[in-house]
């Protein structure tokens, strides 16, 4: 099974920074595609960081600039660097994973198979 672990949340005051970590492991799997995604109260979960086919990153418009999603591959671990945090950052972030084979195709859609529980990050001006 796989288990997705998230943590770096907490509260910070707007133009803060914070840094997400995932940790995402499989007894007998090694290879993983991730990003991170988030929800705020009576909002649709959004993508905001991850990674396209080609390899290269990806983010939603609103973080583009004061976010940066980097992974470790030889540790299976995904962070996501958080800069100039606004109030409307705040939200539940979650890392989501799936088992790379061919290659990483999900980018910023949440089609991604395993997710974890969640880390809560709140910005207040």
């Known amino acids: 099974q796989v288990q997705v672990v998230e943590s770096g949340g907490g509260s910070v005051q707007a133009g803060g920074s914070l840094r997400l970590s995932c940790a995402v492991s499989e007894y007998g799997y090694t290879s993983f595609c991730m990003a991170w995604f988030r929800q705020a109260p009576g909002k649709e979960r959004e993508g905001v960081a991850g990674?396209?086919?080609?390899?290269?990153?990806t983010y939603a418009d609103s973080v583009k600039g004061r976010f940066t999603i980097s992974q470790d591959n030889a540790k299976n671990t995904l962070y996501l660097q958080m800069n100039s945090l606004k109030p409307e950052d705040t939200a539940m972030y979650y890392c989501a994973a799936d088992r790379r084979i061919l290659g990483c195709v999900y980018g910023l859609e949440p089609k991604y198979s395993f997710w974890g529980q969640g880390t809560q990050v709140t910005v207040s001006s």
């Open positions: 990674f396209r086919s080609d390899g290269k990153t």
